[in-house]
């Protein structure tokens, strides 16, 4: 056990340094810090809800490319799922509003880019697609069928386009909807009362954080439409 506890953690910790490294050298020193601030603000919204919630959760890792990753054990009900799949986004969207609010005022660059990212990474990640924490929501209050839908539909999409990393991504969906719906079968289902409060968070911080995203790109279309990084 402690052998594997030191593997795991050297693994995840090289996974991490290389995409540190990566992303800063593909986007640059100020897009790539935004980046990477952004990812690890999201994952450890995750980590610290699972933690509250005694899911003996690991550390936030990166993986070069993809972004990050909490592992953490089984929720005893979909309440704790639905809690840990939406404090990501919530961390990450106040990342991106806070940031905005501090370009405003001190008109930097770096506060920009951090908040333009921030949005536009936890909006992307509330679809109800793929391992996306959007999808963990939907199937943990109980809206299964859905997330199916949307997943086959950009499935089919992404085959028509030929955008095979894309339809890689759909394929991952279907994994996750599968083992969501067979793994964790016995896990306690949301009740009536709280799916309804948990479907208006995701609608509210959805309507807060596109809002926030539509106002920071009327401040400086320049920035956002030149995609300068660096």
């Given at each position: 056990m402690h052998q594997s506890y030191w593997r795991d953690m050297?693994?995840?910790?090289?996974?991490?340094?290389?995409?540190?490294?990566?992303?800063l050298k593909v986007f640059g020193l100020t897009s790539g810090a935004a980046?990477?601030?952004?990812?690890?603000?999201?994952?450890?919204?995750?980590?610290i809800m699972a933690k509250l919630a005694g899911?003996?959760?690991?550390?936030?890792?990166?993986?070069?490319?993809?972004?990050?990753?909490?592992?953490?054990?089984?929720?005893?009900?979909q309440n704790e799922l639905f809690k840990v799949a939406?404090?990501?986004?919530?961390?990450?969207?106040?990342?991106?509003?806070?940031s905005l609010y501090l370009y405003l005022v001190f008109d930097g660059v770096f506060f920009y880019r951090l908040a333009i990212i921030s949005l536009i990474l936890n909006l992307?990640?509330?679809?109800?697609?793929?391992?996306?924490?959007?999808?963990?929501?939907?199937?943990?209050?109980?809206?299964?069928?859905?997330?199916?839908?949307v997943n086959t539909g950009l499935f089919v999409y992404f085959v028509l386009k030929k955008e095979y990393l894309l339809v890689v991504f759909g394929v991952l969906g279907f994994i996750s909807f599968y083992y969501y719906r067979l793994i964790r079968a016995e896990?306690?289902?949301?009740?009536?009362?709280?799916?309804?409060?948990?479907?208006?968070?995701?609608?509210?911080?959805?309507?807060?954080l596109i809002i926030h995203?539509?106002?920071?790109?009327?401040?400086?279309?320049?920035?956002?439409?030149?995609?300068?990084?660096?």
């Open positions: 050297i693994v995840s910790n090289l996974l991490s340094l290389l995409a540190n490294i990566l992303w980046l990477i601030l952004s990812i690890y603000t999201h994952e450890y919204g995750h980590y899911l003996n959760p690991s550390r936030p890792g990166l993986i070069p490319y993809l972004g990050g990753y909490v592992l953490f054990d089984e929720p005893n009900n939406i404090m990501g986004p919530v961390f990450g969207g106040v990342l991106g509003i806070i992307f990640n509330l679809l109800p697609f793929s391992i996306l924490d959007g999808a963990k929501v939907f199937m943990a209050l109980g809206y299964n069928k859905l997330v199916l839908l896990i306690k289902p949301v009740r009536k009362e709280n799916r309804r409060l948990g479907l208006l968070i995701y609608v509210l911080l959805v309507i807060i995203f539509c106002f920071l790109v009327s401040e400086n279309k320049y920035i956002f439409l030149s995609c300068e990084f660096g």
